[in-house]
């Protein structure tokens, strides 16, 4: 396949990911957001990884890096607001004010 095809399908997972990390007052739609954007990142690194040199896997490896670090993220944020959840009963970005005086 093209590299094209994939710079768009990661532009379009980008975005969405945007919008959803805008418009979102969910924590748990901003963090699967967050989780889009990433996706896309690592969509793009392994198109650049296959068009610029296929023989290397210098791509692969920064998408498991990325997939590492979007796992941890994922783990440390749904901990957090289990957490908020518990205290609030709710997941309402507008109502988290637990750092303002």
Known sequence: MQLQYFLVLAAALFCIGIYGLITSRNAVRVLMSIELLLNA???NLMAFSNFLDSSEIKGQVF????ITVAAAEAA?????VLAIYR????????QF???KW
């Open 41 to 43: 990142v690592n969509l």
């Open 63 to 66: 998408g498991v890096f990325v």
């Open 76 to 80: 440390v944020g749904l901990a957090i």
């Open 87 to 94: 205290n609030r009963d709710t997941v309402d970005m507008e």
């Open 97 to 99: 004010n637990l750092l």
